[in-house]
């Protein structure tokens, strides 16, 4: 890759990084289900006018909207809501990469490697870890939450991957249009009247500039930047660059949030990134290239 291109990369993961801070700004000036109806209009309704066309059947749309749009998102912003602090759930969430494994074994017919089991037991292992340092209280309702989304998170990769669109950066767009209405819906109907009326009324700047950073910069900017990187460049060398989304997910909530999880939890987390690691064969490749090296 070129030095622009992996700097690209790196400035793309410190965007999703620091995402999860500002889903907890967002969080503190709209309930969960409206702001993930906001946040889905911002990045999708202003573009289809220019994408006009997802260029796949319907089916997929609509299931990946329902899927990782309405679910994955859903579940994500109740687990922060629910007291999950940003930089744990930047880590947590990276256990869509199990799922998918899993989904692509059962429905794809695909076998995972003997590296692949090892990568991902060590990385539930850490989930493990995180999970029982959190206890029985409120926080592993959390923490719990959380772990249904990186399953919907999963499942969503196995459809986007047989939608097989050939505009990713247009499918996503046109995925980005089926929520708003339902959660709309849903808000009105689970977080009611009162609740959405004072968020709105109340609105500020911090409100207005979580919706823009979710939904234009870390939804639509970001996701037509990663598209462009993985036409130019094979997925194995572009796909590890997402094990800094938590490394920058953990130092932004620290710095920005104050968070300090416990020494299990930065273990837990530890162990989830080096099992990522492994599954992805990028400490195979570490350890080929140390002997050439020598």
Wanted: aromatic share 10%; charged share 10%; with cysteine.
């Amino acid at each position: 890759m070129s030095p622009r291109h992996i700097l690209l990369a790196i400035l793309i993961m410190a965007i999703w990084g620091f995402n999860f801070v500002v889903i907890r700004f967002g969080l503190d000036a709209f309930p969960p289900l409206l702001f993930n109806g906001l946040r889905f209009t911002v990045a999708s309704l202003p573009f289809l006018l220019f994408l006009r066309s997802p260029g796949v059947p319907w089916r997929w749309v609509l299931s990946t909207g329902l899927v990782l749009g309405i679910m994955k998102f859903s579940l994500l912003f109740l687990a922060m809501d629910h007291g999950l602090p940003a930089g744990l759930a930047s880590v947590v969430m990276q256990a869509q990469a199990l799922f998918s494994v899993a989904f692509a074994a059962l429905l794809l017919s695909e076998r995972p490697g003997p590296m692949q089991w090892a990568g991902l037991s060590i990385a539930a292992l850490g989930l493990g870890v995180i999970g029982v340092d959190m206890g029985l209280d409120a926080s592993f309702m959390a923490f719990a939450i959380a772990i249904a989304a990186a399953a919907c998170w999963g499942f969503a990769n196995i459809l986007t991957r047989k939608a097989a669109a050939p505009n990713p950066l247009a499918f996503m767009v046109w995925v980005g249009a089926v929520p708003p209405l339902p959660m709309f819906a849903l808000s009105w109907i689970f977080e009611g009247e009162a609740q959405i009326m004072a968020a709105l009324s109340g609105l500020d700047l911090r409100g207005i500039l979580s919706v823009l950073y979710i939904g234009l910069l870390s939804t639509t900017a970001c996701f037509a930047a990663w598209s462009l990187l993985l036409r130019q460049y094979s997925a194995s060398l572009v796909a590890p660059f997402t094990l800094l989304v938590p490394v920058f997910g953990l130092a932004s909530a620290a710095l920005v949030l104050d968070e300090t999880p416990s020494t299990v939890k930065y273990a837990g987390a530890a162990l989830i990134l080096l099992g990522l690691m492994v599954n992805a064969g990028l400490i195979r490749r570490l350890v080929r290239r140390r002997p050439a090296m020598a």
